[in-house]
Structure formats: C-alpha cells, structure tokens
Nanobody, 123 residues
Framework: QVQLVESGGGLVQAGGSLRLSCAAS????????MAWFRQAPGKEREFVAR????????YYADSVKGRFTISRDNAKNTLYLQMNRLKPQDPADYYC????????????????WGQGTQVTVSS
C-alpha cells in the first residue's frame, strides 16, 4: 500500500522552529514531485512548498519564503519541511503530497496525500 505519513507537528512559540517529516512507503518517490500544503480551520487548503525531483528545484509560497525550507532524503524516502520564525498566521494542519508529474500549486494537481500533522503557534 502506497502511503505518506506526516509527523513532527506540535505547539511552538511564535518565532520558534519545527521540522515536519513525511515518510513515504509502498514505493520510492525519488523521481516524483512532492509538496507541502496547509489548511487552517475554515480555510481552503493552500500551497506551501514544492520540491521537484529533477535538479532539486524548489518553489515556495510568498508567505513562507525565506522562513521555510523543503528538502528530501531519497535514501530514507522522506520529505521534510523545516519551519523557522513561525508566525501566528502559520498554524494549520500540514499535509504532504506527491504526484506523478507536473509542478502545480493547486491541491487538485496532487493525487497522493498524507493524513496531516497539526502545527500550533502560541503568541
């Protein structure tokens, strides 16, 4: 069974850091684009960051650029999201996603999702 499992969420003070992990199983995702999205209560799911397997190209939403870093460890089949200088507007359920091809930022562009991990930021 192919699945993505996120971990690493929790409560952190504003200005603090967290690192989210997304462990993939069932197949290798070495040659697949992978991404992070987030969804706050009452809001639509939004794009956070993307890692294209080819050339290590990454892309970030403006709201997290310079603060968050997406990376992957292909040997561990794991995607990461290092989140620094967390702000009060960052709390949400964070989801990792994968697709077979493409580089879209719309959730409908991604066809495999994890169950999410919650991030809470205290002010």
């Amino acid at each position: 069974q192919v699945q993505l499992v996120e971990s690493g969420g929790g409560l952190v003070q504003a200005g603090g850091s967290l690192r989210l992990s997304c462990a993939a199983s069932g197949r290798a995702f070495t040659r697949n684009p992978m991404a992070w999205f987030r969804q706050a209560p009452g809001k639509e799911r939004e794009f956070v960051a993307r890692d294209s397997w080819s050339g290590g190209s990454t892309y970030y939403a403006d709201s997290v650029k310079g603060r968050f870093t997406i990376s992957r460890d292909n040997a561990k089949n794991t995607l990461y999201l290092q989140m620094n200088r967390l702000k009060p507007q960052d709390p949400a359920d964070y989801y990792c996603a994968a697709c077979d091809a493409g580089v879209g930022t719309n959730p409908s562009d991604w066809n495999l999702w994890g169950q999410g991990t919650q991030v809470t930021v205290s002010s």
